[in-house]
């Protein structure tokens, strides 16, 4: 099996051990680096910049999920612009909403999320151009706003989706989707084919749509471990109240409200005990390097093309998690 793979960064730890992961995963064969806009984190847009000096190659940067509720266009197409022009076909970027609860903490309230994402995106193409942009939304208003320079290669953009209008509208406007991590490999099936669906409608050619999804990836030599790795970042990412259909449809017991609750106090170590090992391998990858292997084959057969994995552990393990990324990406599974 080779397959294109990705290494996602969340925020949590400090930039240079971000560095220091990023130049290992460059060097295992990731093909995308995609660094987390957590409210209240490392900054994802100067992070990829940071990436593009200190691991050099061909790895695309990838910022995520730049939020429409929080962020200008003028300042985020300038910042990207930015990347591309000092990593040339470098710069990619995932739009999408951000989380409920981060949002309200930051005084926002998300209010007709496709529509907001939308006008972000168009917003961010027109300015890319170089020409004056005229746009009158809901969300976004621009009167005559350019940028100086251009881009010299185009610039994707992912739309970061849950829920089934938003997963329409990565067909309808983006070049690629991401799925969030925590869904199960049905959820990713069902998800692509609605994005297709609607790309269809459209009468859009889906010839190189990116089909992307985040997986919190633990490998460890005895399972175990990266069992327990994987449940507390599956715990953290359940505090989203879009992830309520992919639990549901999976049958797992899961008390989502009370991972809520638990998230919200920032109460880490509470949540994580809701959530069961059978959750745990239904919603990531995690086991030993064999396992890991043979699941990373159960989500690119549900359609990914580019598994974004979130490597979790002691050191050790996110050695051997690499080492699985050097023997999938080189095709040697």
């Given at each position: ?176 989707i991401v799925l969030s991590a925590g869904v199960s490999t049905d959820t990713v099936r ?144």
């Amino acid at each position: 099996m080779a397959v294109r793979i990705g290494v996602n960064f969340d925020g949590f730890v400090p930039t240079s051990a971000a560095i220091a992961l990023a130049r290992d995963a460059v060097a295992a064969g990731a093909e995308s680096l995609w660094v987390a806009e957590h409210l209240g984190y490392r900054e994802a847009i100067a992070t990829c910049m940071a990436f593009a000096f200190a691991a050099p190659g061909r790895a695309r940067m990838v910022p995520t999920a730049i939020s429409p509720y929080v962020s200008h266009p003028v300042p985020t197409a300038m910042a990207m612009a930015t990347l591309e022009e000092v990593a040339p076909g470098r710069a990619a970027i995932a739009v999408g909403t951000g989380n409920p609860m981060f949002l309200k903490e930051s005084g926002q309230e998300m209010v007709k999320p496709v529509r907001a994402v939308r006008e972000f995106v168009a917003a961010l193409r027109a300015l890319w151009s170089g020409e004056p942009v005229h746009q009158e939304g809901e969300f976004v208003t621009l009167a005559g706003a350019r940028l100086a320079f251009t881009p010299s290669a185009e610039i994707p953009i992912y739309v970061a989706a849950i829920g089934p209008d938003m997963t329409r509208l990565a067909g309808r406007v983006g070049d690629g989707i991401v799925l969030s991590a925590g869904v199960s490999t049905d959820t990713v099936r069902r998800s692509i084919a609605l994005a297709a669906e609607a790309a269809a409608a459209e009468g859009r050619d889906m010839t190189g749509f990116r089909r992307a999804g985040y997986i919190f990836f633990g490998v460890s030599e005895n399972g175990r471990d990266a069992i327990d790795a994987v449940r507390t970042k599956l715990a953290f990412v359940m505090r989203n109240k879009f992830l309520a259909e992919n639990i549901k449809a999976s049958g797992i017991a899961v008390d989502h409200e009370a991972v809520i609750a638990a998230i919200a106090r920032r109460d880490i170590a509470g949540a994580a005990a809701l959530v069961s090992d059978e959750a745990v391998d239904a919603f990531g990858i995690a086991g030993t390097p064999a396992h890991c292997i043979k699941r990373l084959e159960d989500f690119v057969a549900a359609g990914l093309d580019e598994p974004v994995l979130g490597l979790l552990g002691s050191p050790e393990n996110c050695r051997l998690g690499l080492d699985v990324i050097r023997r999938v990406a080189g095709g040697a599974a």
